[in-house]
C-alpha cells in the first residue's frame, strides 16, 4: 500500500496568517498541488501534519478528497502512525516544496527508505542537512515503522525533522536530485509573491518531459510565454478550450470547402491551444477537463487528414487520397497505442506532430505528397515502437 505525507505547518513568510501550505498556486493551493502529484503515483491515502486548521486548509482537504482519497489530518507522529496501516509505504512531502511529476515518480517504486538529496554546497536554506555533505531535496520515502519510532521520542520534536533523521541514520538510499530541466521550479517555497515565477517553471519542466518534438520544439516555446499570463490572471480553462475547439471547427469548415492549407493550419492552431488548456487543467486538477482535452488532440489530427482526403479526392474523383488518410490514421494509431507504454524517442511521431508534417506539406502545395509521406512517418514509428517491445520481451 502506498500512501502520502503531507505538511501544513510552517506560516507563510509574506502572509500573515496564512499557511504557505495553502499560498495559491497555478489555480489552486500549494498542498493541493502536492497531493495531486501523490495521487499521480498511486497513493490512496495521505496524512497532512497540521498545526491549526485554517479556512483555507480545510477548503483545500475538502477538495483532496474529492478525488477519492482518503485525508486525514493529524498533530503528531503517533496519530498518524495510528491512521496508517503498519506495511504501508510512505512518500513524505516536505512543508511548502514545489516539485514535478518527474521528480516524484522514482519514489513511488517497491524499497527501503530512500532521500532525495542534493550537495550541500549548492542547496538552498530550506534544505535540511543531513551530513555527508548531502543536504535533504524534501521527498522521502519511508518505512510506516518510521512513524512509530518518531512517535517515541518527547513531544517537542519537529514530526518532519524527526522523521528525516530517523530515515537517514536508518541508512536510506540516497537518489539525487535531477540535473536541468527536470528539476526546473523544484525547491522550497513559503513567500506568495515568488510562487508564480515557480509556477512558470515547473509547467516548463513538465513539458520538458514530454519527448515528442512537437511538444519539445513547437508546444513548450509557445507555452513559455501564453501558459503564466494565463495562469497569473486565472482565465477560465474552459473557455480557452472552447477557442481551440472554435479554430479545429473552422479549420475543418476550410478543409471541406477545398481551402486544404487554410483549413490545416487552423486544426493545428486549434490543436496548440487544445494543449495550452490541457497543460493548464493539468496544473488545476481540472481532471475530467484535461481527459477530454487530451482525446482531442488525438482525436483531431485523424478527422483532419480524412477530411483533406475526402476534399482531394472530390476535386479529383477518386478515392486514393481518401485511402491513404485511411492507412495513415490506422498506423497511427497502432504506433500511438504501443508509444503508450515505451520511452519515446525523439523523432517518433505523435497525432499532432503528424497534423503539423501535414499542414506544412500542403502549405507548400503537396497535400497528396503529404499525406504519403506522413503515412510512410507513422509506420516508421510503428516499426520502432514494435521493435522496442520485441527487445523487451
Known amino acids: 500500500m502506498l500512501a502520502g505525507l503531507l505538511f501544513a505547518v510552517q506560516d507563510a513568510e509574506d502572509r500573515p496568517g496564512m499557511l504557505a501550505a495553502t499560498l495559491p498556486f497555478a489555480g489552486v493551493t500549494l498542498i493541493e498541488y502536492q497531493a495531486r502529484l501523490l495521487a499521480a503515483t498511486g497513493a490512496s491515502q495521505i496524512v497532512i501534519v497540521v498545526s491549526r486548521l485554517t479556512p483555507e486548509l480545510l477548503g483545500a482537504i475538502a477538495r ?50 530512500a532521500l532525495l538529496v542534493v550537495a550541500s554546497g549548492i542547496a538552498t536554506p530550506d534544505y535540511e542537512l543531513i551530513g555527508g555533505g548531502l543536504a535533504w531535496a524534501g521527498i522521502a520515502r519511508l518505512d510506516a515503522r518510521r512513524l512509530a519510532e518518531v512517535a517515541a521520542m518527547p513531544s517537542d520534536y519537529d514530526v518532519q525533522s524527526a522523521l528525516l533523521h530517523a530515515a537517514a541514520q536508518s541508512g536510506a538510499r540516497h537518489i539525487a536530485l535531477p540535473a536541468g ?48 499570463p494565463l495562469v497569473r490572471r ?109 520511452p519515446r524517442a525523439a523523432w517518433w511521431g505523435s497525432p499532432p506532430a503528424y497534423l503539423a508534417t501535414l499542414a506544412v506539406l500542403t502549405l507548400v502545395r503537396l497535400p497528396m505528397t503529404g499525406l504519403a509521406l506522413t503515412a510512410i512517418y507513422a509506420f516508421a514509428t510503428l516499426g520502432a515502437t514494435i521493435e522496442l517491445l520485441r527487445r523487451q520481451a
Not at 496508517?84 to 513524505?92: E, N, S
Not at 514545489?98 to 527508505?113: R, W
Not at 521550479?185 to 519527448?211: D, I
Open 64 to 113: 483532496i478528497g474529492r478525488r477519492g482519497i482518503s485525508v486525514d489530518t493529524v498533530r503528531s507522529a503517533a496519530e498518524a502512525s495510528a491512521r496508517l496501516h503498519p506495511l504501508a509505504q510512505i512518500i513524505a512531502v516536505a512543508d511548502g516544496l514545489i516539485t514535478t511529476d518527474a521528480v516524484i515518480a522514482p519514489f513511488s517504486e517497491d524499497g527501503g527508505d
Open 181 to 228: 530541466d527536470a528539476n526546473a521550479g523544484h525547491g522550497v517555497e513559503r513567500r506568495g509573491a515568488a510562487l508564480e515565477e515557480r509556477s512558470r517553471a515547473v509547467m516548463m519542466a513538465t513539458l520538458a518531459t514530454r519527448s515528442s518534438w512537437f511538444d519539445r520544439w513547437i508546444v513548450r516555446p509557445i507555452a513559455g510565454f501564453v501558459l503564466p
Open 234 to 342: 486565472t482565465a477560465s480553462t474552459a473557455a480557452v478550450a472552447a477557442g481551440g475547439g472554435v479554430a479545429v471547427l473552422l479549420g475543418f469548415g476550410l478543409t471541406l470547402m477545398g481551402y486544404n492549407a487554410a483549413g490545416l493550419i487552423a486544426v493545428l492552431a486549434g490543436t496548440i491551444v487544445a494543449a495550452m488548456a490541457e497543460r493548464t487543467a493539468w496544473l488545476r486538477d481540472e481532471t475530467r477537463l484535461e481527459r477530454a482535452l487530451r482525446l482531442e488532440i488525438l482525436a483531431v489530427p485523424a478527422l483532419a487528414a480524412l477530411l483533406l482526403g475526402y476534399s482531394l479526392d472530390s476535386v479529383a474523383a477518386t478515392d486514393s487520397a481518401l485511402v491513404i488518410a485511411l492507412v495513415l490514421v490506422v498506423a497511427a494509431g497502432l504506433a500511438e497505442r504501443a508509444a503508450s507504454v515505451l
